[in-house]
């Protein structure tokens, strides 16, 4: 008793439930699975020379990284300028084109796939608009290849990408730029020169984050995909439904591993400082190779100084140009933003259908397919589990996640980083091979096919949502009311009760709500721990588009598309209107 009340004392220790968790479902078969992948104790890479000696499985080894890379160069093409005019735009219309990014980024995973489906199809919207216009005869093939494939992943990922970068450039200095435009640099150069160099930290993380969650893409290549557009997450998920072979497929999971392992280890150190000073030696060794031409380069530089000094002071200010690239930029978040949205809207749309198939525009105006899904007790028994799982996985998961969070904000630095690096795993890593892990996991537990075990292996990833916002709700916290309160004779129970929860509050609801949202919308980790004797939502929708395109999946789509609403309206509520009351209670 006493060693756990010292354990208690030692801020360290709240985090223990979430590493046991995290342990026991994911870190202990993590290290099965390498094991077998080397065919301990005998210790041989058989199993890597058997997955590198088949041409195919190099083939999509290769096609993975290529889908990710691209999809990766795409989404950072396009969220770059998004994210940087987000972040000179007024704060009003900044805040509402931030809902509008994040809006998408907390709908199912599904239901945007879905939305590509009906919008691609050979009866989708494209191809009726074009048959209708007469422009062509018959469908075009929009879907099961590779471009509809990059087209659902960036509009997946591309939230992703733009709210990193959000994050960086708005804590960029504005004035830096004011000032290299002052001593002469003109836009594109003051904004090559200065800008972009300090935005690059949100390029390493926005592009890391989309880069290692393409490759376990399952799902959209799947959905979208034709047969030579495999990547090497279907490869896996098709080893778990035929042979489950532990120790190749421990070696083909751990291939993908190593895969995002080295993007992570490149990306993730701060080169910042290095390469500063190696384009410094690189523009340093360029002048030095220079010939030099003494007084005729003084007299062409002194020209040329006041030719630029002159064109300076009569372009600086010129309104013309300012006007031009402000309607070039409002076009341009406009298509962004439409591509973005759009595609939920369709949905919506042709889910008020009241044919036997989708319409759009629909013929008249039905809500057939709403009450299809809610008189079908498979639907709606598939939905009940997701809530029930999703409601228990947040209780689990805010709890542990709070812990873990406070207890990380009372650790030093340097161990705080080594814990969160840790601790956020499960939402790093490829989500197939987190899958497989929590598989080997809760079979050792005989959870396979169990809600205890969906819970579970559900929690892990939750967790991580919880840390990451109530971690960030801990960061502006004043460690003085603490203190404050300690100094008048507040216990450590009192003092958590009455001034830090109060605070911190909106982060560990904002918290909870990304936990039921993950748990929710969560297929890839279903799929192989359900054991096909618990059907959630998701699981029942990816079963209709896989054998049937049933327009109940629309009706269903809708609704979830609409959830993020709900959601963000929630967290309004919780969040910024709760500051002055916590503010006022912690006072008290």
């Not at 202990?28 to 499985?57: C, E, G, K, T």
């Not at 200065?194 to 949100?202: A, E, I, N």
């Not at 507040?490 to 830090?500: D, N, S, W, Y």
């Amino acid at each position: 008793m006493k060693m756990l009340q010292k354990l208690g004392r030692v801020s360290v220790g709240l985090t223990l439930p979430a590493f046991a968790i995290l342990l026991i479902v994911m870190g202990i078969p993590m290290v099965r699975m390498f094991l077998a992948s080397v065919n301990a104790p005998d210790f041989s890479f058989a199993n890597y020379q058997a997955f590198f000696s088949q041409p195919a499985n190099v083939r999509v080894l290769i096609q993975t990284v290529e889908v990710s890379a691209v999809a990766t160069a795409l989404c950072l093409i396009i969220g770059y300028p998004t994210a940087y005019l987000i972040s000179t735009a007024p704060k009003r219309l900044q805040i509402m084109l931030l809902v509008l990014v994040i809006i998408p980024y907390l709908t199912s995973f599904l239901a945007r796939t879905y939305a590509w489906v009906v919008i691609l199809g050979d009866r989708g919207l494209i191809n009726n608009l074009l048959i209708g216009l007469g422009l062509v005869h018959s469908p075009l093939p929009l879907i099961y290849n590779r471009m509809a494939v990059y087209i659902s992943m960036v509009h997946i990922m591309l939230p992703m990408m733009i709210l990193p970068l959000v994050s960086v450039m708005m804590g960029i200095d504005r004035s830096l730029m004011a000032a290299a435009r002052s001593m002469g640099a003109r836009p594109f150069a003051a904004f090559a020169r200065v800008f972009f160099p300090l935005s690059m930290p949100g390029v390493r993380s926005g592009s890391m984050l989309v880069f290692v969650i393409c490759l376990g893409f399952y799902i959209t290549p799947a959905a979208l995909g034709g047969l030579g557009d495999a990547m090497l997450s279907t490869f896996i998920a098709s080893q778990v439904r035929t042979s489950f072979n532990i120790a190749r497929l421990a070696a083909s999971a751990f291939i993908l591993l190593a895969v995002a392992g080295v993007v992570l280890s490149i990306f993730g150190l701060d080169l910042s400082q290095t390469q500063g000073r190696t384009a410094q030696r690189a523009r340093g060794a360029r002048q030095s190779r220079l010939p030099s031409f003494g007084p005729l380069r003084r007299y062409f530089d002194e020209r040329a100084d006041r030719y630029r000094a002159k064109r300076w002071t009569t372009k600086l200010y010129q309104p013309g140009a300012q006007a031009r690239w402000s309607i070039v930029e409002t076009l341009y978040i406009v298509l962004v933003m439409t591509y973005l949205l759009f595609p939920g809207v369709v949905v919506i749309i042709m889910s008020f259908s009241a044919g036997t198939y989708l319409e759009m525009p629909p013929s008249a105006p039905s809500l057939r397919w709403y009450r299809a899904f809610f008189q079908d007790p498979s639907w709606t028994g598939a939905a009940w589990t997701s809530v029930q799982i999703g409601a228990i996985v947040t209780i689990l998961a805010t709890i542990v996640g709070t812990l873990a969070a406070y207890g990380l904000s009372r650790t030093s630095s340097k161990l705080r980083s080594s814990l969160t690096i840790i601790l956020l795993a499960p939402i790093t890593l490829p989500s197939i091979v987190v899958a497989i892990a929590a598989y080997l996991g809760l079979l050792k537990l005989g959870l396979i096919g169990t809600k205890t075990g969906i819970v579970l292996a559900h929690s892990i990833g939750a967790i991580c949502y919880v840390v990451v916002i109530v971690s960030a709700t801990l960061a502006t916290f004043d460690r003085r009311l603490e203190q404050a309160a300690m100094s008048m004779r507040a216990g450590p129970l009192q003092t958590f009760k009455r001034v830090t929860l109060p605070l911190i509050r909106p982060g560990i609801i904002g918290g909870a709500l990304f936990a039921f949202i993950s748990s929710f919308d969560e297929v890839v980790i279903s799929l192989i721990v359900s054991g096909f004797s618990i059907r959630t939502l998701p699981l029942k929708m990816w079963e209709n588009m896989r054998h049937e395109i049933d327009p109940t999946i629309a009706a269903v789509s809708s609704l979830l598309i609409l959830l993020p609403v709900l959601w963000l309206g929630a967290l309004y509520v919780f969040w910024w209107r709760s500051r002055p009351k916590a503010q006022s209670s912690a006072t008290v």
